[in-house]
């Protein structure tokens, strides 16, 4: 929707493909500090901040007055392009090894359905306007960033409450054992004569006299 979107601006063949050059070149450059502000903040600030950025850029590639404007939006937008190989670490992070090919692949189908599925919805809104498509992927923008504040949970929590989980269940397996043990011990423990104590006081008595 980028190239007609831009000739109604009065962009030239030309400046369609600076459109898309800056886009790429924004995209470029974040991933450059996306792995690094992941690794220091977290994966799910990285969510949070990269959806609300591609919701901002997409409510304001609607309102552009211009092709200047929509240029400069669209190299912030493609600054605001690290939810992909943010999503792929997720789940290398998280997801057990023998599961995380089969995640991965849902992941990139799911990818590949999403681009095959929104410009077919984009040009059915274009009949409405130009500008209808791009209030549409804001509103999908902006649920993919309510769903990565409620919905998501950083991976170092996420591990941390697994490890958390797994200190129980071995602390109770080991209470177990324990109790088990001591219930052994006191099965094999010999059983005392009461007996035993009046009889030699009665021998002894018995010698004595």
Request: charged content about 20%; aromatic content about 14%; proline content about 5%.
């Amino acid at each position: 929707m980028f190239a007609p979107y831009s000739i109604c601006l009065g962009a030239s063949a030309r400046e369609v493909g600076l459109l898309f050059s800056v886009a790429t070149a924004g995209s470029m450059l974040a991933s450059f500090f996306v792995g690094n502000f992941a690794e220091k903040f977290g994966r799910r600030l990285v969510f949070i901040v990269i959806s609300f950025g591609t919701a901002g850029f997409f409510l304001r590639a609607a309102l552009a007055q211009n092709f200047m404007q929509l240029v400069i939006f669209r190299a912030i937008g493609g600054l605001a392009s690290g939810t992909i190989p943010t999503s792929f670490s997720y789940i290398a992070a998280f997801v057990p090894p023998s599961d995380r090919p089969r995640y991965m692949a849902y992941l990139a189908s799911t990818m590949s359905t999403c681009f095959i599925i929104g410009p077919l919805i984009g040009g059915g809104l274009a009949m409405f306007g130009m500008r209808v498509p791009f209030f549409a992927s804001f509103c999908f923008a902006l649920i993919s960033a309510f769903n990565a504040v409620f919905f998501t949970t950083d991976v170092d929590k996420l591990k941390k409450e697994a490890s958390d989980e797994g200190s129980r269940v071995w602390l109770r397996k080991t209470r177990r054992t324990k109790r088990r043990v001591e219930s052994q011990h006191r099965r094999k423990r010999p059983r005392s004569r009461p007996n035993s104590q009046p009889q030699s006081r009665q021998r002894g008595a018995i010698r004595l006299d």
